[in-house]
């Protein structure tokens, strides 16, 4: 079994490198092992697939809990885990920080931190602070911690790219290694952020399916992540054939 410390290199030198990489989101020992052994070379968290376990809805999962949960994953696996942290599960700066070293204590080698709550996005200015309070608590770790900032505009029904890359561009100047604007719809889109940026950035694949690997490589997108896709298709398939079975009694999609 690799050491944290080699995962974190590897991880590191996913980032380093020229090529795109798919990070597949696993929601349960299983699924990581799965994905493992299907040959991905990264995973990370879902914070939807994980809830989704656990019979809740994204965002209601405790500190404690994701921090088991990063546990387990890494227990059983043998290459790099980062983690959706969602917003560190604390608005202050200092709260998030503390939290995410107690999830590097677990075993990750990286995570991504929200500027969004409950209640909406953060201010700018505090958004900020909080990412920058984070980059400081991992510097602090025995080995490289790949921090990923990201800015949820888009996805919590702000669109605005401006702001968006505004945000993006400070999240970078505070130090983050990777940056993630999830609920970019258009190869356009991507072009003004990779342009706007210096460090990798992380593309949310479910918003541009049509999108191959070989484009978002021509883009010089680093990383692909798919969310709670996989967690939410597997789930999809499973509903699909039990109301087959209690509509028809027939057990066809089992041959």
Same mark, same amino acid.
């Given at each position: 079994?690799?050491?944290?410390?080699?995962?974190?290199?590897?991880?590191?030198?996913?980032?380093?490198?020229?090529?795109?990489?798919?990070?597949?989101?696993?929601?349960?020992?299983?699924?990581?092992?799965?994905?493992?052994?299907?040959?991905?070379?990264?995973?990370?968290?879902?914070?939807?697939?994980?809830?989704?376990?656990? %019979?809740?809805? /994204?965002? +209601?999962? $405790?500190?404690?809990?994701?921090?088991?949960?990063?546990? @387990?994953?890494? &227990? =059983?696996?043998?290459?790099?885990?980062?983690?959706?942290?969602?917003?560190?599960?604390?608005?202050?700066?200092?709260?998030?920080?503390?939290?995410?070293?107690?999830?590097?204590?677990?075993?990750?080698?990286?995570?991504?931190?929200?500027?969004?709550?409950?209640?909406?996005?953060?201010?700018?200015?505090?958004?900020?602070?909080?990412?920058?309070?984070?980059?400081?608590?991992?510097?602090?770790?025995?080995?490289?911690?790949?921090?990923?900032?990201?800015?949820?505009?888009?996805?919590? %029904?702000?669109? /605005?790219? +401006?702001? $968006?890359?505004?945000?993006?561009?400070?999240?970078?100047? @505070?130090?983050? &290694? =990777?940056?993630?604007?999830?609920?970019?719809?258009?190869?356009?889109?991507?072009?003004?952020?990779?342009?706007?940026?210096?460090?990798?950035?992380?593309?949310?694949?479910?918003?541009?399916?049509?999108?191959?690997?070989?484009?978002?490589?021509?883009?010089?997108?680093?990383?692909?992540?798919?969310?709670?896709?996989?967690?939410?298709?597997?789930?999809?398939?499973?509903?699909?054939?039990?109301?087959?079975?209690?509509?028809?009694?027939?057990?066809?999609?089992?041959?």
């Amino acid at each position: 079994m690799a050491t944290q410390y080699e995962k974190a290199v590897a991880f590191k030198a996913l980032h380093d490198a020229s090529e795109s990489f798919i990070i597949a989101n696993p929601w349960d020992q299983g699924s990581a092992l799965m994905l493992q052994n299907a040959g991905y070379n990264a995973l990370a968290t879902t914070s939807a697939g994980f809830a989704q376990t656990l %019979g809740r809805r /994204d965002g +209601e999962v $405790t500190v404690d809990e994701k921090v088991t949960h990063c546990r @387990a994953l890494c &227990d =059983v696996t043998d290459i790099p885990v980062s983690a959706d942290f969602e917003n560190g599960f604390s608005d202050s700066p200092e709260g998030a920080a503390e939290n995410l070293l107690r999830a590097a204590e677990a075993g990750i080698v990286g995570a991504s931190i929200e500027d969004y709550s409950g209640s909406g996005i953060y201010d700018f200015g505090l958004a900020v602070d909080r990412i920058a309070a984070c980059v400081e608590a991992v510097s602090t770790l025995a080995f490289p911690f790949v921090l990923t900032a990201r800015s949820e505009n888009l996805i919590r %029904g702000i669109v /605005d790219l +401006e702001d $968006t890359i505004k945000r993006l561009k400070a999240f970078e100047a @505070a130090g983050a &290694d =990777v940056l993630y604007a999830p609920g970019l719809r258009t190869t356009d889109q991507i072009k003004e952020v990779l342009n706007a940026v210096n460090k990798p950035v992380n593309v949310l694949s479910p918003f541009i399916p049509g999108c191959s690997m070989a484009e978002y490589n021509a883009l010089g997108v680093r990383r692909v992540s798919l969310g709670g896709a996989i967690a939410s298709y597997a789930a999809g398939a499973a509903a699909k054939v039990s109301n087959e079975m209690l509509d028809s009694g027939m057990f066809e999609w089992m041959k």
